[in-house]
Every structure is written in structure tokens, then in C-alpha cells.
């Protein structure tokens, strides 16, 4: 593989690179044939902040191909996989949200080894879903957003989440802790995903949680069926405001194997 030294790397100006993040950090080099040979060859494994800004990488990576007249046989097709998607469903749907307890804290500790780690999160939250027939809708910064027909296997996944990120190796010995929260509804789906109260719902109800935790609302705990699915238990946890909404009845997931004691609720219980 072709290498850059530091000392010409940091001779080369932005436009030389195919993707610079927002904070000025530079990666995949496409200064002469040999570098955008090895972009091509690394794309998939450089951690892109979003959607965009991997498309924004991608336009320049296959125009300095063109210029140096490289043909990318194969990546144009990868990238074209990775980036279809099945259709998003309708109807009556269980909604995964979740996201990294203390983020900014691990950026700070962290700091340029924090995209890696984000990849590897993500990678264990696609995971999961998918493997339980989740649909992904979106994933930005530390959260992620997924849809199930099944409430079943929305908490299954959400569990098999919470083990992924306790086992996982994280640098310098950090853990990282996901608060998740479930809601069964009927979103509504647009060109730019879902929007309802549904939606609101479930990121209230993940934002009241804690790192570790999996908390399901009562339209949720309906949607499992009765009874639920063997694997875990249910405890409920009270009447409780969800700002902006209506007040809700919390329930948390307990699985033998998992951590299931929590401090209280970040939201007012009613009595």
C-alpha cells in the first residue's frame, strides 16, 4: 500500500483528500493515482459523520478516478448495495431509539479515536436489528432510529443491543452504555422517514432511561402479546410525564444475564 508521510501529508491541501470532517480531520488522500487506487480500496472502512457526508466523499473519490483515468470496477456497484435499502413499512410498528449515554464525555476521552468507536457501536446496533428483521431509518451522531413489525423481536433486538455493547473491546478501556426505549404506533411515513407522535413518544421514553436500560411503553407492552416471549420479564415502573406528551405507564425489560438495577427515572412519577 502506498504510503503518505506526515510531513507531505500535511503539505497537501484539503481538496487533496476525499472526505474532511467537520473538525478539519483529513482521510482517503487522492493526490495521485497510486493514493486514489487505496481510497478506493479503503472506503467502506473510514467512519463517515452521515449519509451526506459519505455521499459528499464518494462524488470526489470517483471523480479523481476519473481524472487519472482509473476505471473503480466493482466499487461503484458495492457502494450502490450498501446504500439500497429495503422499504421502509407501514401500519402498525414497534419503534427502537437509542442512543450513547455520556457521548460527549467518551469524545472528550477519546478524542480522534472516537469515529472508530462510533463505527463499531453502529455496527453492533445494525447488527442486532437486522438480524430480528429491524429496519433502519436513520442513524446520526450517537443515536439510532429503527422500526420492527414485531414487538417481540424489537425488544429481542434491543436486549441482544445491550449484550453487543457489554462484551464488546472499546479502546483505552472505556465502556459504552445505550438507554433504549420501545413504542408501538402507526407513524406516519414521509420521503424524510417517519414523523407522529409516535416518534416523539419513543425518544421521550429512551431519554428517560438509563445507560443499559430498555424501557418499553404500555402500547409496547401490549404489542408483545400475552404471553410475552420467554427471554425476559417485564417490570413495571409507574405512571410517569413525558414532556409534551401524555403521561405514560413505563415498563423496564429484565433479562437474567443483563444489569437491571437503575437509578430512578430521569421524569417526574405521578402519583
Same mark, same amino acid.
Given at each position: 500500500m502506498t504510503t503518505l508521510r506526515a510531513?507531505? &501529508?500535511?503539505?497537501?491541501?484539503?481538496?487533496?483528500?476525499?472526505? !474532511? +470532517?467537520?473538525?478539519?480531520?483529513?482521510?482517503?488522500p487522492i493526490n495521485d493515482a497510486a493514493h486514489v487506487r487505496n481510497a478506493l480500496a479503503r472506503f467502506n472502512q473510514v467512519t463517515f459523520e452521515d449519509e451526506a457526508a459519505r455521499d459528499r466523499a464518494r462524488t470526489r473519490l470517483l471523480n479523481a478516478a476519473r481524472r487519472h483515468g482509473i476505471v473503480p470496477v466493482g466499487?461503484?456497484?458495492?457502494?450502490?448495495?450498501?446504500?439500497?435499502?429495503?422499504?421502509?413499512?407501514?401500519?402498525n410498528?414497534?419503534?427502537?431509539?437509542?442512543?450513547?449515554e455520556g457521548s460527549t464525555a467518551l469524545l472528550r476521552q477519546l478524542e480522534d479515536g472516537y469515529p472508530t468507536l462510533l463505527g463499531e457501536v453502529r455496527r453492533v446496533? &445494525?447488527?442486532?436489528?437486522?438480524?430480528?428483521?429491524?429496519?433502519? !431509518? +436513520?442513524?446520526?451522531g450517537d443515536e439510532f432510529f429503527a422500526v420492527f413489525r414485531h414487538a417481540s423481536d424489537?425488544?429481542?433486538?434491543?436486549l441482544a443491543i445491550q449484550r453487543g455493547l457489554r462484551d464488546g473491546s472499546w479502546p483505552n478501556g472505556?465502556?459504552?452504555r445505550m438507554r433504549v426505549g420501545l413504542h408501538a404506533g402507526r407513524p406516519t411515513l414521509t420521503d424524510h422517514?417517519?414523523?407522529?407522535?409516535?416518534?416523539?413518544?419513543?425518544?421521550?421514553?429512551?431519554?428517560a432511561g438509563h445507560g443499559g436500560q430498555v424501557l418499553l411503553s404500555e402500547a409496547a407492552?401490549?404489542?408483545?402479546?400475552?404471553?410475552?416471549?420467554?427471554?425476559?420479564?417485564?417490570?413495571?415502573?409507574g405512571v410517569h410525564h413525558l414532556r409534551g406528551l401524555a403521561s405514560e405507564t413505563l415498563f423496564q425489560a429484565v433479562a437474567a444475564d443483563l444489569q437491571n438495577e437503575f437509578p430512578p427515572l430521569r421524569t417526574k412519577p405521578l402519583a
Open positions: 510531513v507531505d &501529508r500535511t503539505k497537501l491541501p484539503d481538496r487533496a483528500f476525499a472526505y !474532511v +470532517d467537520s473538525r478539519g480531520r483529513r482521510r482517503l466499487f461503484v456497484t458495492g457502494q450502490m448495495r450498501i446504500g439500497r435499502k429495503a422499504p421502509l413499512p407501514t401500519g410498528l414497534t419503534l427502537l431509539l437509542a442512543d450513547i446496533l &445494525r447488527a442486532a436489528a437486522g438480524r430480528l428483521g429491524g429496519h433502519e !431509518v +436513520d442513524v446520526h424489537a425488544l429481542l433486538a434491543a472505556v465502556s459504552v422517514g417517519y414523523v407522529g407522535l409516535a416518534v416523539h413518544a419513543a425518544a421521550r421514553i429512551m431519554t407492552v401490549r404489542a408483545l402479546g400475552d404471553p410475552p416471549p420467554a427471554e425476559f420479564t417485564l417490570r413495571e415502573l
